[in-house]
């Protein structure tokens, strides 16, 4: 078990780029989340899916952002014009039941 | 909204030392919480240590151990004698009635332990 695989890494954009993080959950869990941390904000709930629908997007900004989980295998989260506030680690969580198992994450760069 | 707090955001201990690591939390459905910690160790991801989901119980797991208590709307981490090895930082969660599925986390505590 390969536990959950976030790319990239790292990644770079310039300002007013679009920037796609990939996520792959463990296999077998029904519940993929994204949240955000930076040093001000801390961890940031962002969105989730139970069973690749979107469940629950509070977290989400109303502009710019968007997830989705195209089939059970992966997710992704999409941010269109980035600005340099932009920047953080975005991480990928998977579950079956209330233990959330995290990726890496991914650190995203907006210069 | 829900919200916890974890007041130090540093700790140094040394090791074979005892140590408490502070959270309170606020949450605004009705009924009690699920209280999580979990612990990202150097160059790992964020993992679970311990989770407690009724009140007045106590988890445990390492060495670690946390009482969840209601009434100062507490769930401190606490270690009677850490290690080197336990040098992470930990982060104090809960999830409530009205989404159990969604963690809120506090800010975390950087916990060094000196040799």
């Known amino acids: 078990n390969a536990g959950v695989i976030q790319t990239p890494r790292h990644k770079v954009t310039g300002k007013g780029q679009e920037a796609t993080l990939w996520c792959e959950p463990i296999s077998g869990h029904s519940a993929v989340f994204w949240y955000r941390q930076t040093i001000v904000q801390g961890l940031e709930f962002l969105t989730y899916f139970r069973n690749q629908a979107p469940i629950d997007d509070s977290g989400m900004p109303k502009e710019r952002f968007s997830a989705q989980m195209p089939n059970q295998s992966h997710s992704t989260l999409k941010i269109q014009s980035t600005q340099p506030q932009d920047s953080a680690v975005y991480l990928c969580?998977?579950?079956?039941?209330?233990?959330?198992?995290f990726g890496a994450g991914t650190r995203l760069s907006v210069l | 909204g829900d919200s916890v707090t974890q007041t130090e955001g540093q700790v140094t201990v040394s090791e074979s030392k005892s140590l408490i690591i502070n959270c309170t939390y606020s949450?605004?459905?009705?009924?009690?919480?699920?209280l999580f910690w979990y612990v990202r160790y150097p160059g790992e991801g964020l993992q679970l240590l311990l989770k407690v989901i009724t009140a007045g119980q106590k988890g445990s797991s390492r060495g670690f151990e946390a009482t969840y208590n209601k009434e100062a709307t507490s769930f401190h981490l606490q270690k009677a004698s850490v290690q080197e090895s336990d040098s992470a930082v930990y982060y104090c969660a809960l999830s409530d009635m009205s989404n159990y599925n969604v963690l809120y986390f506090g800010s975390g505590t950087k916990l060094t332990v000196e040799p």
């Open positions: 969580a998977s579950s079956l039941a209330d233990t959330l198992y």
């Open positions: 949450a605004t459905s009705i009924g009690y919480p699920n």
